[in-house]
């Protein structure tokens, strides 16, 4: 499927009011208005405010996964020096106020409106999907089952998502000093043996 040079710009710009306004505070009219575009011609590409939300979610889902991929395939490194990497784009992700970044902090402020089919679910979706081909990769000599690598997969991840989102709330207090890299590698080294 070709890419359309317009609906491209759309989410190029709706990407930039959502994130900065926010889902709530965005209308199709503003989107429009940034675009110089007439509102019918924004609804001829999409027919609500939440199928363009979801078109931004979709693509800085997909940067997220290309960032993953070259990590993944970067020989020169190992898997603990992956899951560092893994680290790193996660917080990035959290770090540079995209929409992403918004869902994971409303998936913990409304976890009481998260049903399976919610857009956040996505996102641990791909990162457990890229932890498991990793995982799998290291542990392909063992010949372990994907049932047997997908507890450590959830666990990974789950770590992961705390620790950046909680080192966030605890860099609030004065005092608090703590490296997030090694906290992440002081559990990395207890759960996977780089051997």
């Known amino acids: ?5 317009r609906k491209d710009l759309i989410i190029k710009s709706a990407k930039e009011r959502f994130a900065r306004y926010g889902f709530k505070k965005t209308s199709m009219n503003d989107i429009a208005a940034d675009l110089r575009m007439g509102k019918a011609t924004l609804y001829h590409y999409y027919k609500t405010k939440e199928e363009v939300f ?16 070259q990590l993944e395939k970067n020989k020169d490194l190992s898997l603990n020096e992956k899951l560092v ?30 049903t399976e089919k919610s857009i956040y679910f996505n996102l641990v979706e791909a990162e457990e999907k890229f932890l498991q081909s990793l995982l799998k990769e290291h542990l392909k000599k063992e010949k372990f089952s994907d049932e047997e690598i997908r507890p450590y997969v959830q666990m990974i991840a789950r770590f992961a998502r705390g620790l950046i989102l909680m080192s966030k709330v605890d ?9 997030i890299e090694n906290e992440w590698k002081t559990f990395v080294n207890g759960v996977i043996s780089d051997g």
Not at 1 to 5: E, G, H, Q, S
Not at 54 to 69: D, G, P, R
């Open 54 to 69: 979801n078109a931004v979610i979709k693509f800085e889902l997909n940067e997220f996964m290309k960032e993953l991929s």
């Open 85 to 114: 990497g893994y680290l790193q784009i996660r917080q990035k992700t959290l770090d540079d106020g995209s929409n992403l970044a918004q869902i994971q902090i409303d998936a913990v402020g409304f976890m009481h409106l998260l």
């Open 171 to 179: 860099s609030k207090k004065t005092g608090n000093e703590f490296s």
């Open 1 to 5: 499927m070709r890419n359309n040079p």
